[in-house]
């Protein structure tokens, strides 16, 4: 049979029996469903109204496309259409939930002046989720004594039901005539449209469906390259080992593809199947999402991830997808990820437990989206390419990730904005605009942190010192709430840690002490959680103290005291500042020097954090 195309008008009873005789599939390429089931307030389309629109003109207006081999159509466009049409069928009271609205009041009201026929609770809930559960089908034709006597129900009916049938059957034929036609007709009846292209390739399928979506809104760029990439499959993954752990996120992707799908869909068989490059992509960067969670699973928003890398790395992917290539861009995301692993430990150790350096903190480089990783990415790369010292990738990165964390903790907008200017990952346009700088940092990967140098840090913090720094007056037999401490200030506290305290040390659980107790007295105004105030100490010292005086670590032997004698001030310098009345009562009796010893470790906080920083 030569190719050609058809225009057909199916019934939607002749539609389902294919469908259900398995007759009707979901090609590799075809996106999953979007639609939800009911109207939401962001106005996205939805089962309910696509079926109120059937129901109001009895036909589907506009076509469904299907490619015809043999007897087995594939679903080239309309996949949504479909699925809704499907679940109205099958479960008409989960696209129409109102329609039993009456039914439910009537079973909630059923009264009976014999005790032996009251239905109870249970029995009454059951009744509701019996018809909730009932197919359009089941419903139309439902008949009282029939349907209870012949699924499993024979007894509630004999002993109960049965005395409510005539009640019942009105409400009933009430809720039929909502799922009919103006005609009375049966919902089944309604007219498909349907376009087959008749023994047409699975390439050509894939056209088409380009073709159709290509200047549409609804598909991203993503679902399009699945059907543009799907049949370049002329390359070979050499490390064999790595083909099988990809192919088996490939077999992943496409059985929760599968999930809720109505239409029987592609299966990967990696056994008969080779990858696609569209396979290959999405496969490796769910593979890399397995091993390092920095990296998120592929996604349908616009361009996923590792699709943009490819791109911008090897200009396009037509005629791109070549052995050397594929392999080339393995080993690259494979080097960027191991950097970005060891980034992640340096700067977000778990050596550090989560009082000192807590899960927020750890988290943050989670919070990076696409596009920021699109750029740090490509930078790795473009360093790679010109085979510069891992330690300075590292180190380099570090500033850039670190300086773009501290600016989001900012309070103010203007100057939020103005060091967002030596941001090289914050971006304020995506598409042509982030493509661009990708490209250009992957040439010029120094972009990454030219900009942010020892003297924009200093400036940095001390604004966001002077923003954290919030006197106020001692409420009489009142505490105010602790301070929730912003990223920046666990980073100096780690940081300086890092440079001071050796690892063995490092190993124990830490937790935030206030220098000067956080239950002072004073007089005027001060901020007892200014970060100058603050050191961390190890947990199990910490409770010892309680309000005391900071000497309680040097008399106890802390093997944290030694290394910290430049933050924790000495006995004389300590009781200028705070006067015992009794242990439970301390009272901050010079504020001027309480404020100095403040400044003062804030300044070594900073100068420790920027001499780390820009240790190279």
Known sequence: MSKRVKNEQWFIKNF??????????????????????????????????????????????????????????????????????????????????????ELDIFINDIQNQEEKYKLDKEEKSKLKDIFRELSYNEIISFKYHKYFRNNGYEDLYLKKLKQYRDEFEPVIEKTQNKLKLKNDSSFDEVVINVNIFEEYTTDELCNIFESINKYSTRLTETELLSSSLFNYTDFRINDKVFKTEIEQHIKKYYEEKAENEVLKCF?????????????FIVGFQNLCNEKYNLIRKSDTDGMSLYFKLYNTLYNGFIDTFTTKNVNNFIDKVIYACEILKELENLIFTDNINEKLFNKQCREKIKTLKKNNMYIIISCIFGYHNDEIDKSIIINNIEK????????????????????????????????????????????????????????????????????????????????????????????????????????????????????????????????MDRPGNLIPVIDTENSGRGNGPISYYRMNNSPLYEYTKDIIPDDEKYNNIIEYQDKSSPNIINNELFNSMCKDNEEIYKKKFIDNIFKL
């Open 16 to 101: 389902m029996s294919d469908l259900h005789n398995d007759k009707i599939i979901k090609p590799r390429f075809q996106r999953k469903k979007k639609w939800s089931v009911l109207p939401s307030k962001n106005r996205t389309p939805n089962e309910k109204e696509y079926i109120e629109f059937l129901f109001k003109t009895e036909n589907s207006v506009h076509p469904i496309t299907f490619g015809k081999t043999g007897n087995i159509y594939s679903n080239i466009d309309g996949n949504n259409r479909i699925n809704a049409i499907e679940h109205f069928m099958r479960k008409p009271f989960e696209v129409f939930p109102d329609h039993l609205k």
């Open 267 to 279: 299966e990967y068989n990696e056994n008969k199947d080779e990858p696609s490059a569209f396979d």
């Open 400 to 527: 850039c990730l670190i300086y773009h964390f501290i600016v989001g903790d900012l309070k103010n907008k203007e100057e939020k904005e103005y060091y967002r200017n030596s941001d090289s990952i914050s971006y304020r346009a995506g598409g042509s605009f982030i493509d661009s700088k990708a490209k250009k940092i992957l040439f010029e990967p120094n972009e990454i942190s030219n900009k942010i140098t020892r003297k924009s840090f200093n400036s940095l913090l001390d604004l966001l010192y002077s923003e954290a720094n919030e006197p106020e007056m001692k409420k009489s037999g009142k505490q105010k709430r602790r301070r929730v401490l912003k990223f920046y200030e666990k980073t100096l506290m780690f940081y300086y840690y890092k440079q001071s305290i050796p690892t063995n040390i490092l190993k124990n659980k830490f937790s935030i002490e206030h220098i000067c107790p956080y239950s002072c007295s004073w007089e005027g105004e001060i901020d």
